[in-house]
């Protein structure tokens, strides 16, 4: 197998970002009008955070929907991977050092010289995108470090490494399992806890059963709000983080066969998860057809453990509407 590499050039990447830029065609993000692309969402280590920022990612996931009409829990949740990012890019620059900052200095001229050849500044950019030329530059230079860092660190030898530390989430591994699932009344926290602490209880109770399976599936009769609930709460077997709402897929692996999960939140409601039982895959590193989804794993893990590595780093929040729900 040939060595990973990305699937673009850094400098192919920047030439299509300013394209993207050039266009336009994005709107701008509106919480009222006391909130300009230069007001301060949050600051990392006292280095602000500005809303420019925040539009210029919630422009890129959502090209073909108008940023003031996309959910406030999404827009949250963008906040949130925003701050992970800037503690990232903290770590990256103290890993990089001098070599890092020179690329991502020689990164910027380029592209700022490319702009001015097409006719345009930084700052009209970003003014096309509600953001500010500092903005811009900020999401440039994480852009160079995190390509440049996973150009050097997601190699072939590396991705087997995480393979064999997580095979049971590649090698064809399946689980059969049921759910039980409650929609809040609102998306209000204090209906959010309200669910949970329903179905806390209702674990609590299955757990203490002899027949725990049996126990499950009775309750999921009488109390979920799935369409699977007339049949026990049985999903079936699931495999892959498609099979089922991010994140539960994660818990069905460490779930220990016969007992019952947390209440788990998802972007539905909240679940009960029940592991029935386990069958073990056999494929190998080398007997992977498509690597994309490991890669993005991969990918991910490095990013949190960037992340974890900037843990005492202090990140305050100023404005209370996009600030993240504790635990995020």
């Known amino acids: ?26 709107n701008a993000i509106v919480f009222g009008e006391e909130l300009e ?31 003031d009409s996309i959910d406030i829990d999404l827009k949250r949740a963008t906040c949130h ?13 103290k890993v990089g050092g001098a070599s890092l900052a020179q690329m991502v200095e020689n990164e910027i001229n380029a592209f700022t010289a490319e702009a001015k050849r097409r006719g345009s500044t930084l700052q009209q950019q970003a003014s096309a995108r509600s953001s500010d030329a500092s903005s811009l530059l900020v999401d440039l230079s994480w852009r160079v470090a995190w390509g440049a860092y ?3 660190k997601l190699t072939d030898a590396n991705l087997r490494r995480y393979f064999e530390a997580n095979a049971i989430a590649y090698n064809g591994t399946r689980y059969r399992v049921s759910q039980i699932f409650i929609r809040p009344v609102s998306t ?19 757990q203490t059963q002899e027949n725990r399976e049996i126990a ?35 818990q069905v692996r460490i779930l220990p066969i016969g ?57 305050i929040w100023h404005v209370d509407i996009l600030k993240p729900p504790t635990g995020s």
């Open 150 to 152: 996973l150009k050097s």
């Open 81 to 93: 991977v925003l701050a992970q990012r800037r503690l990232a890019l903290r770590a990256l620059r």
């Open 188 to 206: 209000s926290q204090a209906d959010i806890t309200s669910a949970i602490k329903d179905l806390s209880g209702l674990a609590a109770d299955i």
């Open 1 to 26: 197998m040939k060595a990973l590499v990305p699937c673009i050039t850094l400098r192919l990447s920047l030439s299509i970002y300013l394209m993207m830029m050039l266009v336009g065609g994005f």
């Open 259 to 315: 007992s019952v999960s947390q209440p788990l939140r998802s972007p539905f409601g909240i679940h009960l998860l029940y592991v029935h039982e386990r069958v073990d895959g056999q494929t190998t590193f080398d007997e992977l057809v498509d690597l994309t989804v490991l890669r993005r794993d991969a990918a991910n893990a490095m990013f949190q453990r960037l992340v974890e590595s900037e843990s005492e780093t202090k990140v």
């Open 37 to 67: 692309a230069t007001d301060i969402i949050a600051s990392v280590d006292g280095n602000p955070v500005y809303v420019g920022e925040l539009n210029l990612i919630l422009a890129e996931r959502f090209p073909n929907q108008p940023i």
């Open 216 to 250: 499950f599936a009775s309750a999921a009769r009488e109390h979920s709000q799935s369409p699977t609930a007339e049949s026990g709460g049985e999903l079936g077997w699931v495999e892959n983080e498609g099979d089922l709402p991010v994140g539960l897929m994660r």
